[in-house]
């Protein structure tokens, strides 16, 4: 095996969150930053935006409708 290949290895790398969060971690990089982690992510926080799909449907059929409307009448 070739010896100096490997990048340093930190065990105790810290990684800090925008909430403001730090956790340990073992890394290549003595300091990572994040954006999101599992204290501040809407999945785990429960916080989760619900999408309402309902109506989509409705909304295509009435473009449908319409286009079908506007190729009558020419």
């Known amino acids: 095996m070739k010896k100096d290949i490997h990048p ?9 969150c925008a909430c403001g969060a ?3 971690i073992g890394s290549t990089k003595e300091a990572i930053a994040i954006e ?3 204290v501040c992510h809407p999945f785990y ?3 989760d935006k619900v999408l309402d799909t309902a109506g989509r449907v409705e909304k295509f059929k009435a473009r449908k409708e319409a286009g079908a409307k506007k190729k009558s009448a020419k």
Do not use: D, M
Request: with cysteine.
């Open 36 to 38: 999101i982690c599992a």
């Open 8 to 16: 340093k290895y930190f065990t105790k790398a810290e990684t800090t």
């Open 45 to 47: 926080t429960g916080n």
């Open 22 to 24: 730090k956790y340990t």
